[in-house]
């Protein structure tokens, strides 16, 4: 049972980033703004000189593909392996998953030591709590997008039935 707690656990997390990322990734120029937006919050919260910047983003780039990487590597094997239908798929599901967590965490033991060539060992602890802050962001403007999206349907709706109680 506590298996399958951390299996779903695991899910849902990567799920939701998942989601986020798929209705980005469907408009190229909401992605370019995002992108721009994280290179402004990020250089912004970590006190990038233009020198650090210059040397810092390159590695940071492709860090982030590498662990984006990763991470659909997992939510591919989730398709394939649905948790709770088989015992030991679920075992098979999250032996995966803290396998590709471990990867992920090489992965950032290998950058960090990149990055602290080119920033402070003090930018690359504040770097992930930016990240975090960032996608926290991030996920509030996508949810007050959608909001601000029902109400005008609703208010078009409400609008059109007026009309047609008026003719």
């Known amino acids: 049972m ?5 299996v779903a656990w695991m899910f849902i997390g990567l799920s939701a980033i998942a989601q986020e990322q798929s209705e980005i990734e469907q408009d190229p120029k909401a ?15 970590l006190g990038l000189t233009t020198e650090q910047a210059e040397k810092f983003w390159p590695v940071y780039r492709e860090f982030s ?10 939510l591919v094997a989730r ?30 033991k290998t950058y960090s030591e990149r990055m602290l060539k080119v920033i402070t060992a003090q930018q690359i602890l504040s770097l992930r709590k930016a ?6 962001m991030l996920r509030d403007l996508i ?10 349907e609703t208010i078009r709706e409400r609008n059109q039935r007026l009309r047609q109680q008026d003719n």
Request: glycine share 4%.
């Open 2 to 6: 506590r298996k399958l707690l951390i």
């Open 131 to 136: 990240e975090g802050d960032f996608q926290v």
């Open 65 to 74: 593909d590498k662990r984006r990487e990763l991470r659909q590597e997992l």
């Open 143 to 152: 949810q007050q997008r959608r909001l601000m999206q029902q109400r005008n």
């Open 31 to 45: 992605l370019e703004k995002i992108n721009a937006l994280r290179i402004a919050y990020i250089s912004e919260k």
């Open 79 to 108: 398709k394939d392996l649905k948790p709770g239908e088989d015992p030991e798929k679920d075992a098979r599901l999250m032996k995966l998953g803290l396998d590709l967590k471990q990867r992920e965490l090489d992965l950032e």
